[in-house]
T-cell receptor, first 119, second 114 residues
Framework: AQKVTQAQTEISVVEKEDVTLDCVYE???????LFWYKQPPSGELVFLIR??????QNEISGRYSWNFQKSTSSFNFTITASQVVDSAVYFC????????????????FGKGTLLTVNP | DTEVTQTPKHLVMGMTNKKSLKCEQH?????MYWYKQKAKKPPELMFV???????INESVPSRFSPECPNSSLLNLHLHALQPEDSALYLC?????????????FGDGTRLSIL
C-alpha cells in the first residue's frame, strides 16, 4: 500500500530564511509519481511539481528546489529566501502506476506541513 | 487565477435542504474529481469521472450525488446532509485518469451544515 509521511506538522521561519519540507514515501511499485502541492488560505491546491520514479535529477524553479532520493524514499522541498507569500500548507503526494499501465487514479497525500513565514 | 472554477465559494444549508455544487474547466481535461477536505487534513477522494462516466465512488454516502453533464462540467448534488459533512469540497481535473497526470484544483466550496 502506498503511504506518504510529512513528519513536520508546522514550521515557522522568518522572511529570507531557507526552509526544507520533508517528504518520505512508501510504495511497492517500481513506477510511481511524486507531487508537491501548495494550499494557501484561499483553499485552492496549486500544483508545483511532478517527478517520476525513473528521474532522480534534482530540480530548481526560481526559489524552489526539490531533492528526490530513491535510496531514502524521500522527496524534499526547499524554499530559498522565503517570503511571506510562501505561507501555506504544503502537501506531498504519491501516485502509483500499478499494473494497469498507468490507469491508477489514486493520489495519496501526506498530512501536510503548515509553513508560516513571518516578516 | 485557477483554471478550475467552483461555485459557490461558500454555502450554508440546513440538513433538510437540497443544493448543488458546480465545477467547470475549459482545459479539455477528460477526468474530473470531487474531494472532501476537513480542517487541517489532506483532501479525501470522493468520486472520479473519466470521459463523463463515473469510474470511481469511494464509498461515499448516497446523500452526495455526482453528475457530469458534459466534459467541462461536474456537479455535486447535496441532500439531507449531516453536520459532519461540513468541509471544503474541492473539484479537480486532469488530462486523463492515470498516475502520471497532475490534477488541477479549484478554490473549493466551503460548506457549512446547520
Amino acid at each position: 500500500a502506498q503511504k506518504v509521511t510529512q513528519a513536520q506538522t508546522e514550521i515557522s521561519v522568518v522572511e529570507k530564511e531557507d526552509v526544507t519540507l520533508d517528504c518520505v514515501y512508501e510504495t511497492r511499485d517500481t513506477t510511481y509519481y511524486l507531487f508537491w502541492y501548495k494550499q494557501p488560505p484561499s483553499g485552492e491546491l496549486v500544483f508545483l511539481i511532478r517527478r517520476n520514479s525513473f528521474d532522480e535529477q534534482n530540480e530548481i524553479s526560481g526559489r524552489y528546489s526539490w531533492n528526490f532520493q530513491k535510496s531514502t524514499s524521500s522527496f524534499n522541498f526547499t524554499i530559498t529566501a522565503s517570503q511571506v507569500v510562501d505561507s501555506a500548507v504544503y502537501f506531498c503526494a504519491l501516485s502509483e502506476a500499478g499494473s494497469g499501465g498507468g490507469s491508477n487514479y489514486k493520489l495519496t497525500f501526506g498530512k501536510g506541513t503548515l509553513l508560516t513565514v513571518n516578516p | 487565477d485557477t483554471e478550475v472554477t467552483q461555485t459557490p465559494k461558500h454555502l450554508v444549508m440546513g440538513m433538510t435542504n437540497k443544493k448543488s455544487l458546480k465545477c467547470e474547466q475549459h482545459m479539455g481535461h477528460r477526468a474530473m474529481y470531487w474531494y472532501k477536505q476537513k480542517a487541517k487534513k489532506p483532501p479525501e477522494l470522493m468520486f472520479v469521472y473519466s470521459y463523463e462516466k463515473l469510474s470511481i465512488n469511494e464509498s461515499v454516502p448516497s446523500r452526495f450525488s455526482p453528475e457530469c453533464p458534459n466534459s467541462s462540467l461536474l456537479n455535486l448534488h447535496l441532500h439531507a446532509l449531516q453536520p459532519e459533512d461540513s468541509a471544503l469540497y474541492l473539484c479537480a481535473s486532469s488530462r486523463q485518469t492515470g498516475a502520471v497526470q497532475p490534477q488541477h484544483f479549484g478554490d473549493g466550496t466551503r460548506l457549512s451544515i446547520l
